[in-house]
Nanobody, 115 residues
Framework: QVQLVESGGGLVQSGGSLRLSCAAS????????MTWYRQAPGKQRELVAGITSTGDTNYADSVKGRFTISRDNPKITVYLQINSLKPEDTAVYYC?????????WGRGTQVTVSS
C-alpha cells in the first residue's frame, strides 16, 4: 500500500501565500512523478502542477508564475508554493503519484482564499 498525506492548507487573504506539502510512504517503486490537483466546489478536479523524477515541471496556465512545485526525493515529498493567492484558487488540493501500475491519491488539504 501507498499513503499520501497532504498538509499546509488554510484560510488566507487574497494576495497571501501558502506552502503545501505531500509526503508519500509505503511500497513505492523508484522515484515516481508527483502531481498536484485541485477541486473547487461544483467543479471537476483539475491538474495544477506536476514534477518528474528528474525535476521537470509543468503547470496549468492559470497558475503559471504564481505556483512553484518542487520535491525532496529522499523524503518522497512534493511541495507546492502558492503565491499571490486569488479567491478562485479556493479548492481542495490533492497530490497524486503513480507507482507499480497504479495511481494513488491523498485525502486533500483545503485552501480557502478570502477577498
Amino acid at each position: 500500500q501507498v499513503q499520501l498525506v497532504e498538509s499546509g492548507g488554510g484560510l488566507v487573504q487574497s494576495g497571501g501565500s501558502l506552502r503545501l506539502s505531500c509526503a508519500a510512504s509505503g511500497r513505492i517503486s523508484g522515484i515516481p512523478a508527483m502531481t498536484w490537483y485541485r477541486q473547487a466546489p461544483g467543479k471537476q478536479r483539475e491538474l495544477v502542477a506536476g514534477i518528474t523524477s528528474t525535476g521537470d515541471t509543468n503547470y496549468a496556465d492559470s497558475v503559471k508564475g504564481r505556483f512553484t512545485i518542487s520535491r525532496d526525493n529522499p523524503k518522497i515529498t512534493v511541495y507546492l508554493q502558492i503565491n499571490s493567492l486569488k479567491p478562485e484558487d479556493t479548492a481542495v488540493y490533492y497530490c497524486k503519484i503513480g507507482t507499480r501500475g497504479r495511481d494513488y491519491w491523498g485525502r486533500g488539504t483545503q485552501v480557502t482564499v478570502s477577498s
